[in-house]
């Protein structure tokens, strides 16, 4: 069997900021640490730090006034920070920095009178966040199918946003279409859907083309490891989000000779190399690595754990 490892890969830079200013947190401020929402969307990340004493919470309420309180790598709404402050929270911020210019353009636009469509799912942490920024101006665009029924007073007042995670080429079906229902439509100078999603998303879309099976390194609930296998499927190559070896079916490798494996960017690099162990030892698999891109891109911890360094 050949396996071909893709990188870029794993964790993106605002993953790794999200992680390390909670690990800093643990190390230098009184516990237990409250985290709201899941700190990044992994199970094996979420399941570690659980097990070290930190407390991942949904309702504000569930932290006593005065704690620690970390915002997840998603970022969270106006609402959520007025409401840590009112609960005198240590609140400590590991938004990334590519979701907060999301959180920017929404109130730029919001400010100067526009209706903007966010590109998004619905539900998802990142987009619940950026909503709350603009709650009245913002209506959520899921499907091309969506842009027919938007309903607004001012049809040359428009501009679209999008959830950094999504799958690029599902968020240019979108765009196309409000470009075609709305010619003025104005957009950010910059795309909002990170560089690491797009980067694991070509490294996908150029070496599935080789692989009789795809292996993807994620949780259910990760939007961008979700497109990824999603990717691999629309190119005819059968493909798998899994948390880690222990998930994988033998009957999915029976008469596979290449198998691609890559992860989304909340998926550490610990679960991928478990599966690399799996596919050595138990099938005879070489490990080929395959770069697309270098990445070295990294931010700066929260400043409000600078001052522990």
Known sequence: MRVLLASPRGFCAGVNMAI???ELALQTLPTPI???????????????????????????????EGSTLLFSAHGVSPEIRALASERKLLAIDATCPLVTKVHLEAIKY???????????????DEVIGTMGEAPEAILLVESPADV???????????????????????????????????PHIESPPKDDICYATQN?????????EEAELTLVLGSQNSSNSQRLAELARERGVPAY???????????WLAGVNCVLVTAGASAPQVVVDEVLELLSSSYGATIEHRSLREENVSFPLPRELRATL
């Open 110 to 124: 919001a400010s100067l009178g526009y209706t903007i469509f966010l590109i998004g799912h619905e539900g998802h």
């Open 148 to 182: 027919d029924d938007l309903k607004v007073a001012d049809e040359s007042q428009v501009a679209y946003l999008t959830q950094t995670t999504l799958s690029v080429d599902d968020a240019n079906r979108i765009i196309e279409r409000l470009k075609k229902r709305f």
């Open 200 to 208: 694991r998303q070509e490294a996908v879309s150029v070496l599935a």
């Open 241 to 251: 989000l899994i948390d880690g070896a222990q998930d994988i079916d033998p009957a």
């Open 20 to 22: 390390e200013a909670l």
């Open 34 to 64: 409250y985290v709201y929402h899941e700190i990044v969307h992994n199970q094996y990340v979420v399941r570690d730090f659980c097990n070290r004493g930190v407390i991942f919470v949904e309702n504000l309420g569930e932290v006593p």
